[in-house]
């Protein structure tokens, strides 16, 4: 079974540009999550969609976006890129809600601001 | 604001000897709390975890202890082995999952 699957791996952009980020979760598995990781923050949780509606939100700022397709498969963008959001960027897919179910994780996608 | 903290940034022990990470939380909401392992370039997988109405689980060489009036909880690794160096993340979960900022482990042979 094909694990949790992100691209780009890596991503270079620079401030007041936008990104879009592709997840495609572990077949079968309808949530996917998304979080933030820096040095000393660990992981941020950003948001969750479920049956491609957003179920649970973190606190980002409206910058951060996020779908979900039918297929499961989820983007997040981020829009007017700052330098702080230079991030790796990881997605969880679980059976259904993350809440109350294990999640397993990409490998994530580096993005760095300059 | 962090609702799960790991207030210890890096831990170094011995071959053979027991690690301790330790994890602290804010929310008495939590019901379900994991240890999530980290190497780099790499998400993190799975290792442990522990319902709120126990306080102990062990797993092999893996051991989670959860002490929820002082809403902390601690994963021992007993023996430590080279192989366990990696980032170590708490995580809880009450709706959504929460995560602690990790602890980077290193076992030196």
């Known amino acids: 079974k094909a694990g949790v699957t992100q691209t780009p791996r890596y991503l270079i952009k620079t401030r007041g540009q936008q990104v879009t980020l592709s997840c495609s979760p572990i077949s079968g598995h309808r949530s996917v999550s998304w979080y933030q990781q820096t040095p000393g923050q660990g992981l941020q949780f950003l948001f969750e969609?479920?049956?491609?509606?957003?179920?649970n939100k973190g606190n980002f700022p409206g910058r951060f976006s996020g779908r979900q397709f039918s297929n499961s498969r989820s983007e997040m963008n981020v829009s007017t890129l700052e330098l702080g959001d230079s991030a790796l960027y990881l997605c969880a897919s679980s059976l259904r809600l993350a809440g109350y179910n294990e999640q397993f994780f990409g490998p994530g996608t580096r993005l760095t601001v300059l | 604001d962090q609702q799960v903290k790991q207030n210890s940034p890096s831990l170094s022990v011995q071959e053979g000897r027991i690690s301790i990470l330790n994890c602290d939380y804010t929310?008495?909401?939590?019901?379900?709390f994991l240890w999530y392992k980290k190497y780099p370039a790499e998400g993190p997988t799975f290792l442990i975890s522990?319902?709120?109405?126990?306080d102990k689980n062990e797993d092999g060489r893996f051991t989670v202890f959860l002490n929820k009036s002082a809403k902390h909880l601690s994963l021992h690794i007993v023996p430590s082995q080279p192989g366990d160096s990696a980032v170590y993340f708490c995580a809880a979960r009450g709706g959504d999952m929460r995560f602690g900022a990790g602890t980077r482990l290193t076992v030196k042979p």
């Open positions: 969609y479920f049956s491609e509606t957003q179920r």
């Open positions: 522990i319902s709120s109405i126990k």
């Open positions: 929310n008495s909401m939590f019901d379900y």
